[in-house]
């Protein structure tokens, strides 16, 4: 159990954070709140803050008391021990007030008290309206942050207090709980995130399965969530990619700062990914196409006339996407990546299977993971092996296991190595 200082400054958006913090404290484990240890959180609202919120609700969700100031409880020291103790500071909401104290390094409460005391990573989620997030002065603390080693995630865009509608809006706290077990699971990654040592970079990642029409009500398809692509592109803009999520037929929220295009068939998908592509930096292929689709969908319901009546369906074999990004691949800068399930008795098994896979496509790199009943698909973690050459040679990739989240890190670790060598 990690011990989280859950910091609230005075915005509306510190409704939210009851939210955050009930997610991170509650054990669970399912696709939508993935590695779900619980969490031990103490919150430590700004004076402005407990206008919005009050502190019996911080109480009563956390379990412990709640830190107001450095004058209860002095002999304890809270402004020194709290930073101290905690394994991950996050603040959610971060007003520009907020940031703008701690870039200076301003003391004035018992938040930004603990905030220079602390020695573990710190997240800072922004909440503000849109022009004061643009504002000079805040882009310039934002940068001081993140040069001190800090995360600052980009907000979410959206409905704002009143009618305004922009930048600035703090994203689903879903999406927040699943950074910040990320970060606990990997402390390293707070590096990368806070350097932004993917920033320039533009990454077209699809996600989900393709759904091919039987009739207007029945499809061809397949068991792909859209989870592991949804990781990377969250992994990704959190390290400072802009992405564009292809998504098929995916029923999650999309990751805040995600450009996303719905798509329904492969054929979709295949045009939406190489138009997008032309301009990528990286592509990485983790959505499932369907391999085959009817000869001919049926323009009304097909209907039972018989108990023993029999329908055939006549397949056609769809394009390999992947294989065609690689054919039509002009820029040598470019890095394909490619997935493969595959169903194998032994890993020994597998990495042949994944092998053969990547030899065919000609991508740079290969994410092979087993799949069957109760696996990988639908499932908040997996296990995956990088495959970087097919040659039989090669050593075999050591198995990687944990939340896709965590995975999906890895993987653009991978990524950066390859483009390093380019």
Not at 120 to 144: D, S
Not at 168 to 192: F, H, K, N, S, Y
Request: proline share 6%; hydrophobic share 45%.
């Amino acid at each position: 159990m990690s011990r989280i200082l859950l910091g609230v400054a005075g915005g509306i958006a510190a409704y939210k954070a009851a939210e955050l913090l009930r997610r991170l404290k509650e054990p669970q484990a399912d696709a939508d709140q993935p590695y779900g240890a619980g969490h031990d959180l103490t919150v430590v609202p700004t004076a402005a803050a407990l206008e919005f919120v009050g502190a019996p609700t911080w109480a009563a969700l956390s379990g412990h008391p709640v830190q107001t100031d450095v004058f209860t409880d002095v002999e304890s020291v809270p402004h020194v021990a709290l930073g101290r103790q905690a394994d991950l500071i996050v603040v959610a909401p971060a007003t520009a007030d907020l940031l703008s104290r701690a870039a200076t390094g301003r003391a004035d409460d018992l938040l930004t008290s603990c905030l220079l005391t602390a020695t573990c990573p710190v997240i800072f989620a922004p909440a503000m309206h849109t022009e004061m997030w643009l504002h000079p002065a805040t882009q310039a603390n934002v940068a001081t942050l993140r040069a001190r080693g800090a995360v600052v995630i980009d907000p979410d865009s959206g409905r704002l207090t009143g009618a305004d509608t922009g930048p600035g809006r703090l994203p689903d706290p879903a999406e927040l709980a699943r950074i910040v077990r990320t970060v606990l699971q990997r402390p390293e990654l707070a590096v990368a995130a806070a350097a932004r040592d993917l920033a320039g970079l533009q990454l077209v990642v699809s996600a989900g399965g393709t759904r091919e029409q039987i009739d207007p009500v029945r499809f061809v398809g397949n068991a792909s969530s859209g989870l592991m692509g949804q990781a990377i592109a969250r992994a990704a803009v959190l390290r400072g990619a802009g992405v564009d999520l292809i998504a098929a037929n995916v029923d999650l929220p999309s990751p805040a700062g995600v450009r996303t295009i719905p798509v329904g068939s492969t054929l979709e998908l295949q045009a939406a990914v190489t138009a997008a592509g032309k301009a990528a930096d990286v592509v990485v292929m983790a959505a499932a196409p369907a391999d085959f689709r009817p000869a001919q969908a049926q323009s009304g319901k097909i209907k039972k006339s018989d108990p023993n009546q029999r329908l055939e369906l006549s397949l056609v074999q769809n394009p390999d996407i992947l294989a065609g990004l690689v054919a039509d691949r002009t820029d040598r800068s470019q890095v394909l990546v490619g997935f493969a399930a595959e169903t194998a008795d032994t890993p020994e098994q597998l990495v042949d299977l994944g092998r053969a896979k990547l030899a065919r496509k000609g991508c740079d790199l290969l994410v092979l993971n087993a799949v069957g009943r109760g696996r990988v698909f639908g499932q908040a973690d997996s296990e995956i092996r990088l495959l970087r050459t097919p040659s039989e040679d090669a050593p075999a990739p050591d198995a990687l296991a944990g939340s896709k989240d965590t995975l999906a890190h890895h993987i653009l670790d991978e990524v950066l190595q390859i483009r390093s060598g380019r």
